[in-house]
Nanobody, 125 residues
Framework: EVQLQASGGGLVQPGGSLRLSCQASGFTWDDYAIGWFRQGPGKEREAVSCISRSDGSTGYVDSVKGRFTISSDGANNIFYLQMNSLKPEDTALYFC??????????????????WGQGTLVTVSS
């Protein structure tokens, strides 16, 4: 059974940084993708970023390009989302998700493989 455990959320001031982690387990194959969704207060869910486990290719939505970086520690199956230059509009519950490829994740489709619990990020002074 695939399990995804997200952590690292918290309260940060505008312009600050946070790093989210997603511990993935239960995969019996290597060709999958891990991504992040977020849902802010009163907003719809949106995709944030994705990384392919097999080739390391990454993708980002426009609103976070240049500020967020997704990466992986392949040996330990931990996936990170480094968030810099945070803005109040980045405030949201962040979820890590898994699918077979990045494309459906970045399009915001329901993930086919797994969905972890959320970790709350609050950007406020």
């Amino acid at each position: 059974e695939v399990q995804l455990q997200a952590s690292g959320g918290g309260l940060v001031q505008p312009g600050g940084s946070l790093r989210l982690s997603c511990q993935a387990s239960g995969f019996t194959w290597d060709d999958y993708a891990i991504g992040w969704f977020r849902q802010g207060p009163g907003k719809e869910r949106e995709a944030v970023s994705c990384i392919s486990r097999s080739d390391g290719s990454t993708g980002y939505v426009d609103s976070v390009k240049g500020r967020f970086t997704i990466s992986s520690d392949g040996a330990n199956n931990i996936f990170y989302l480094q968030m810099n230059s945070l803005k109040p509009e980045d405030t949201a519950l962040y979820f890590c998700v898994a699918d077979f490829r990045c494309d459906p994740i970045l399009r915001g489709l329901d993930p086919l493989v797994g969905w972890g619990q959320g970790t709350l990020v609050t950007v406020s002074s």
